[in-house]
């Protein structure tokens, strides 16, 4: 849905916004107009989504999350998995007391069922890993220690980065693109396997796929390439969640590392670091950088000049993923 859309769709999505404190402004109901593409920037600048002023997949997907509150709904494992900011609070809660959750990602998956178990066992609940009424009701007694949010996914990972070799050599770093870059993610791939990396090269439109396929090979590390719709831009964007306060500091550092090197090499403009949840970063297991090009035809006429900029910022994390 965008600006000129009408009908019971857009009542519902004006319906979510103000439900979560954005209004639509003076726009008529059922009407997408310029409030409600207002309305929707506000609300993808605040969920760290891709900021357009259209509902698309991502944003709807997160309209429908941000609906859901701790006690809800019953919140266990299952396929597809559950996804909502209940579940968010609920890792967050849960990883502030010393329990594995994993990243704070707000999906409710093996590791967060275990975490739940964990709790209950500890609070002589009974042990089922579904976080019900009784299950909530613990956790509120104990209070919210939302300044230790994620302290057990964050230790985890500084430790293992800390121990990691520190040059490119085996390592195995995933270069992604969801289209029209295929050259390019060629040119990537190849001075990085010189440089004795083990790289994976992934061409597909879907970047769940592209994030469960980067899981499964066990990446050190994830390189996102992806053509943002207009400008001229050159933007690196790593996993952070705001509504929860919650991000991969590793990934903050390589997106850092991305952005020195990368603008300058093609002769765009510096568009900065951001936190961001879209799938590429919100569904990988390790630091993922997701970075936004445009226009394409400046992309893919320095193709070798950004290949040469990514191995320079990915040797520099490699070297030092913590800055520690």
Same mark, same amino acid.
């Given at each position: ?121 500890? /609070?002589?609940?009974?042990?089922? $890993?579904?976080?019900?009424?009784? &299950? =909530?009701? +613990?956790?509120?007694? @104990?209070? %919210?220690? #939302? ?101 991969? /500091?590793?990934?903050?550092?390589? $997106?850092?590392?991305?952005?020195? &090197? =990368?603008? +300058?090499?093609?002769? @765009?403009? %510096?568009? #900065? ?7 590429a970063l919100r569904e990988t297991r390790m630091p993922a950088v ?35």
């Amino acid at each position: 849905m965008a600006e000129g859309s009408s009908g019971e769709p857009v009542r519902d999505l004006q319906r979510r916004l103000a439900g979560l404190g954005f209004d639509s402004g003076s726009d008529e109901h059922g009407r997408y107009g310029s409030g409600t593409e207002s309305a929707i920037r506000s609300f993808e600048q605040q969920h760290s989504l891709r900021i357009d002023g259209c509902c698309g997949p991502q944003t709807w997907a997160s309209l429908v999350e941000a609906g859901y509150r701790l006690g809800d709904r019953l919140l266990y494992h299952r396929s597809p998995m559950l996804r909502g900011d209940d579940v968010a609070t609920l890792q967050r809660r849960l990883s502030a007391l010393g329990f594995d959750t994993g990243r704070v990602d707000g999906i409710f998956g093996p590791q967060t069922a275990r975490a739940v178990g964990e709790f209950q066992r500890n /609070a002589g609940l009974t042990v089922d $890993a579904t976080c019900g009424r009784d &299950t =909530v009701a +613990a956790l509120h007694r @104990l209070g %919210d220690r #939302g300044d230790a949010a994620s302290v057990v996914a964050d230790v985890r990972e500084r430790e293992a980065l800390r121990s990691a070799p520190r040059t490119l050599v085996g390592q195995r770093i995933v270069v992604g693109q969801s289209g029209g870059l295929d050259a390019t993610v060629h040119a990537v791939a190849k001075v990085l396997t010189k440089a004795g990396a083990v790289v994976i090269a992934l061409n597909d439109p879907d970047e769940s796929s592209q994030a469960q396929q980067a899981n499964e090979v066990g990446a050190t590390a994830y390189l996102g390439l992806a053509v943002a719709a207009t400008g001229l831009c050159c933007t690196s964007a790593y996993y952070a969640h705001s509504v929860t306060g919650t991000e991969s /500091a590793a990934g903050r550092r390589l $997106a850092q590392h991305v952005q020195r &090197t =990368v603008p +300058a090499a093609l002769g @765009l403009p %510096d568009g #900065g670091v951001r936190g961001m949840r879209v799938p590429a970063l919100r569904e990988t297991r390790m630091p993922a950088v997701l970075c936004d090009l445009a226009p394409l035809s400046v992309v893919i006429e320095h193709s070798v000049a950004l290949a040469d900029a990514l191995l320079d910022a990915t040797a520099a994390w490699i070297a030092d993923p913590l800055g520690d």
